[in-house]
């Protein structure tokens, strides 16, 4: 059972940084793909970021590119998201996702796992 554990969310000033943690267990992820999305209230969960485990390959949200890195440590299992120049309006509570795929893709339905969502709020 593929199990993610997001962590390192929290409360950040404007112009901060934060990077975010989804630890993945309980299959080899080599033929996988990671993503991050997020969800203010009130709004439909939006993509982020993607990463394609095999090769590194990634894939960005437009109004992300520039800010926000994503990158793996296979050693660890560990996907990260980090984030700089934090605007207020990135508050949202981050999900990391993954697909038994090597396709990226920005399409929340094409993800089977998710984990539990972490809260990064951004003060003005």
């Known amino acids: 059972q593929v199990q993610l554990i997001e962590s390192g969310g929290g409360l950040v000033q404007g112009r901060g940084s934060l990077r975010l943690s989804c630890a993945a267990s309980?299959?080899?992820?080599?033929?996988?793909?990671v993503a991050w999305f997020r969800q203010t209230p009130g709004k439909a969960r939006e993509f982020v970021a993607a990463l394609s485990w095999s090769d590194d390959r990634t894939y960005y949200a437009d109004s992300m590119k520039g800010r926000f890195t994503i990158s793996r440590d296979n050693a660890k299992n560990t996907v990260y998201l980090q984030m700089n120049s934090l605007k207020p309006e990135d508050t949202a509570v981050y999900y990391c996702?993954?697909?038994?795929?090597?396709?990226?893709?920005?399409?929340?339905?094409?993800?089977?796992?998710w984990g539990q969502g972490t809260q990064v709020t951004v003060s003005s």
């Open positions: 309980g299959s080899t992820f080599s033929r996988y793909t």
């Open positions: 996702a993954a697909r038994a795929s090597v396709v990226l893709t920005a399409t929340l339905g094409d993800y089977d796992y």
